[in-house]
């Protein structure tokens, strides 16, 4: 399963970015391979729709989790029509790295 | 002649409301029965509120053109999503999915001339109301209602400024806060704008960014000091060194903000106000004529 958390940098020990739409980066995990690769976030500081474009990104992707701060409506309404499952993790400074660690730990 | 007066501010809560409601009422009485109240501020109109007996005379939906793909037609090519500088369109090609998201379209229509495969359509998605009163005097208000989750502000107040009575002399515009687009749109038309600000330091910090505004849209415009007595002098200094007519001055007064508190600001005028608003009229009429 391809699971994509958003990341405020480029790096595994990046701190995890609490929101979505406008993340800095996104950490795609690809649990079978054990792959992580960082992809920036190309409508990070677009005016508005943003949540829209990221999450048309992760369809395209084939991601099937999303882990995130928060998610907006309309972001919301296209990842739940394509069954793209929404994880919503508290504000307490973790990084992607350790979020990985957790996930496999699973 | 027809004459339209725009009431801005900048910061919110400085007295636009307060000065359009008793301008109309004032212009009524010391300058012409065809004087017309249009509340541009459709994000939360309120001019209504001070006049318990208007009775509604017509209402009107106003819609804007949004397009829709054709899922038969699309080739998914992305040629759209492209063109839309709003973000409004998702096209998946690899799952054939393509929508338009109709609360982030500007309705700009550049989707439609990127198509080259007859994919797009156009319908009509509501932005809005358009609600017009009989106040008893004058030729009433029209007031602009934004549905909510709505962008197309600009929109609406354009149709809400071209509803005004063909008989109208006056037609007063009540502008919303802020020195954006809504503002631009409701100054753009006027022959001349009244600024009503608060002296304290917040309302200079706005006032000055919308005499900015003023400025490169070369409107003419004078200040309304309200709430004056108040505050830290900054706002005299400025408008002096800058060489700012201010136009009137409404001392501050606890019992003025207590009537406005209970929405009756057309029902208590005493003799104060009366000779205060007799006199911006006869200012205005001099200005304008």
């Given at each position: 399963?391809k699971?994509?958390?958003?990341?405020?940098?480029?790096?595994m020990?990046?701190?995890?970015?609490l929101?979505?739409?406008?993340?800095?980066y996104?950490?795609?995990?690809?649990?079978?391979?054990?792959?992580t690769?960082f992809?920036?976030?190309?409508?990070?500081?677009?005016?508005?729709?943003a949540?829209?474009?990221?999450?048309?990104?992760?369809?395209?992707?084939?991601?099937?989790?999303?882990?995130?701060?928060?998610?907006?409506?309309k972001?919301?309404?296209?990842?739940?029509?394509?069954?793209i499952?929404?994880?919503?993790l508290?504000?307490n400074?973790?990084?992607v790295?350790?979020?990985?660690?957790?996930?496999?730990?699973k | 002649m027809l004459?339209?007066?725009?009431?801005?501010?900048?910061?919110?809560?400085?007295g636009?409301?307060?000065?359009?409601?008793n301008?109309?009422?004032?212009i009524?009485?010391?300058?012409?029965?065809k004087?017309?109240?249009?509340?541009?501020?459709?994000?939360?109109?309120?001019?209504?509120?001070?006049?318990?007996?208007?009775?509604?005379?017509s209402?009107?939906?106003?819609?804007?053109?949004?397009?829709?793909?054709?899922?038969?037609?699309?080739?998914?090519?992305?040629d759209?999503?492209?063109?839309?500088?709003?973000?409004?369109?998702?096209?998946i090609?690899?799952?054939?999915?393509?929508?338009?998201?109709?609360?982030?379209c500007h309705s700009c229509g550049?989707?439609?001339?990127?198509?080259?495969?007859g994919?797009?359509?156009?319908?009509?998605?509501?932005?809005?109301?358009?609600?017009?009163?009989?106040l008893?005097?004058?030729?009433?208000?029209?007031?602009?209602?934004?549905?909510?989750?709505s962008?197309?502000?600009?929109?609406?107040?354009?149709d809400?400024?071209?509803?005004?009575?063909?008989?109208?002399e006056?037609?007063?515009?009540d502008?919303?806060p802020?020195?954006?687009c809504?503002?631009?749109?409701?100054?753009?038309?006027?022959?001349?704008?009244?600024?009503?600000?608060?002296?304290?330091?917040?309302?200079?910090?706005?006032l000055?960014?919308?005499?900015?505004?003023?400025?490169?849209?070369?409107?003419?415009?004078?200040?309304?000091?309200?709430?004056?007595?108040?505050?830290?002098g900054?706002?005299?200094?400025?408008?002096?060194?800058?060489?700012?007519?201010?136009?009137g001055?409404?001392?501050?007064s606890?019992?003025?903000?207590a009537n406005?508190?209970?929405?009756k600001i057309?029902?208590?005028?005493?003799?104060?106000?009366?000779?205060?608003?007799?006199?911006?009229?006869m200012?205005?009429?001099?200005?304008?004529?």
């Amino acid at each position: 399963m391809k699971i994509v958390i958003s990341s405020e940098g480029a790096e595994m020990n990046s701190v995890f970015d609490l929101r979505f739409g406008r993340a800095a980066y996104f950490c795609v995990y690809n649990e079978e391979s054990g792959i992580t690769e960082f992809l920036k976030n190309e409508h990070a500081d677009d005016q508005g729709g943003a949540g829209t474009k990221t999450s048309e990104k992760m369809v395209e992707l084939g991601v099937q989790k999303v882990i995130s701060g928060d998610f907006g409506p309309k972001a919301k309404d296209i990842l739940e029509r394509f069954n793209i499952q929404m994880v919503i993790l508290p504000d307490n400074n973790r990084t992607v790295g350790e979020i990985i660690e957790t996930l496999k730990g699973k | 002649m027809l004459k339209k007066i725009a009431i801005a501010s900048g910061k919110g809560g400085t007295g636009k409301t307060t000065v359009s409601v008793n301008l109309y009422y004032f212009i009524h009485k010391y300058w012409t029965d065809k004087v017309q109240l249009l509340d541009c501020d459709v994000e939360e109109p309120n001019d209504l509120i001070f006049f318990p007996e208007a009775r509604e005379k017509s209402f009107n939906v106003v819609n804007q053109q949004v397009p829709k793909i054709d899922n038969s037609k699309c080739t998914y090519c992305r040629d759209c999503v492209e063109y839309c500088e709003f973000n409004a369109i998702v096209v998946i090609p690899t799952v054939k999915f393509a929508e338009v998201n109709a609360s982030l379209c500007h309705s700009c229509g550049a989707c439609l001339h990127a198509c080259k495969h007859g994919a797009m359509l156009e319908y009509d998605h509501k932005i809005g109301e358009i609600k017009k009163f009989d106040l008893g005097i004058g030729l009433g208000l029209i007031q602009g209602e934004l549905e909510i989750g709505s962008s197309m502000q600009t929109m609406l107040i354009k149709d809400v400024i071209k509803e005004y009575n063909p008989e109208t002399e006056i037609v007063l515009m009540d502008a919303p806060p802020g020195t954006s687009c809504p503002v631009v749109t409701t100054s753009a038309d006027a022959d001349f704008i009244l600024l009503v600000t608060e002296p304290t330091p917040f309302g200079l910090h706005d006032l000055q960014l919308t005499i900015e505004l003023m400025r490169e849209i070369h409107k003419p415009f004078a200040v309304i000091i309200n709430k004056d007595g108040i505050g830290d002098g900054s706002m005299e200094k400025y408008l002096e060194a800058e060489d700012i007519e201010i136009i009137g001055r409404i001392a501050f007064s606890k019992e003025y903000a207590a009537n406005y508190a209970t929405g009756k600001i057309l029902n208590n005028l005493d003799e104060t106000q009366d000779s205060f608003y007799r006199n911006l009229v006869m200012n205005l009429k001099e200005k304008l004529n």
